[in-house]
T-cell receptor
Framework: EDKVVQSPLSLVVHEGDTVTLNCSYE??????LLWYKQEKKAPTFLFML????IEKKSGRLSSILDKKELFSILNITATQTGDSAIYLC???????????FGTGTSLTVIP | GAVVSQHPSWVICKSGTSVKIECRSL??????MFWYRQFPKQSLMLMAT?????????EQGVEKDKFLINHASLTLSTLTVTSAHPEDSSFYIC???????????????FGPGTRLTVL
């Protein structure tokens, strides 16, 4: 059975802290892994990772994929209250572009 | 670009009635649309994949007669929750993708979601 698991489930940090969110997967026919940020409504796209070891970066956010160990991490440096959200990872299984989402990590950044 | 809308954003209905939710891609043609449901403080659960002009593919455990999906055009997919019951109350989100010519992953663009409350 395909599984996508995120950890931790929730996290509370202070502004300025650095956080690392984890996403591990056990799936067949892996094609890519995606990270999304969900605030109040629709998830918004952050990164798509297909190759191991290549870091994707956008401002204070960065992400990397390890296809050998089957996980990805999302790093957020110098966190701000606006980073408070649920962070979702999803795996594309190369079977029709369906995404299977992980359990999500709820991040709360307090001033 | 890549804007997806949903209508309505919020609906309250009585038990036993049917509710239709629309998902539209506003500025691109979506060959494939997806429907998810999300319970409070939980992740998105894929319900079905909808391809224009063909029958939807439902995930295991999702009742196709309960959740009717129609993808009538390249910009519109509808989800009808038939004979809704309180346990169907949830947040329903659609997404749309433009099928890439490379055959690789095509990013999904999400609608704002529809909150369904069944009394």
């Amino acid at each position: 059975e395909d599984k996508v698991v995120q950890s931790p489930l929730s996290l509370v940090v202070h502004e300025g802290d650095t956080v690392t969110l984890n996403c591990s997967y056990e799936v067949t026919n892996f094609r890519s892994l995606l990270w999304y940020k969900q605030e109040k409504k629709a998830p918004t796209f952050l990164f798509m990772l297909t190759s191991s070891g290549i870091e994707k970066k956008s401002g204070r956010l960065s992400s990397i994929l390890d296809k050998k160990e089957l996980f990805s991490i999302l790093n957020i440096t110098a966190t701000q209250t606006g980073d408070s959200a649920i962070y979702l990872c999803a795996v594309d299984l190369n079977t029709g572009n369906q995404f299977y989402f992980g359990t999500g990590t709820s991040l709360t950044v307090i001033p | 670009g890549a804007v997806v809308s949903q209508h309505p954003s919020w609906v309250i209905c009585k038990s036993g009635t049917s509710v239709k939710i629309e998902c539209r891609s506003l500025d691109f043609q979506a060959t494939t649309m997806f429907w998810y449901r999300q319970f409070p403080k939980q992740s998105l659960m894929l319900m079905a994949t909808s391809n224009e002009g063909s029958k939807a593919t439902y995930e295991q455990g999702v009742e196709k007669d309960k959740f009717l999906i129609n993808h009538a055009s390249l910009t519109l997919s509808t989800l009808t929750v038939t004979s809704a019951h309180p346990e169907d109350s949830s947040f329903y989100i659609c997404s749309a993708s433009r099928w890439g010519t490379s055959g690789g992953t095509d990013t999904q663009y999400f609608g704002p979601g529809t909150r369904l409350t069944v009394l």
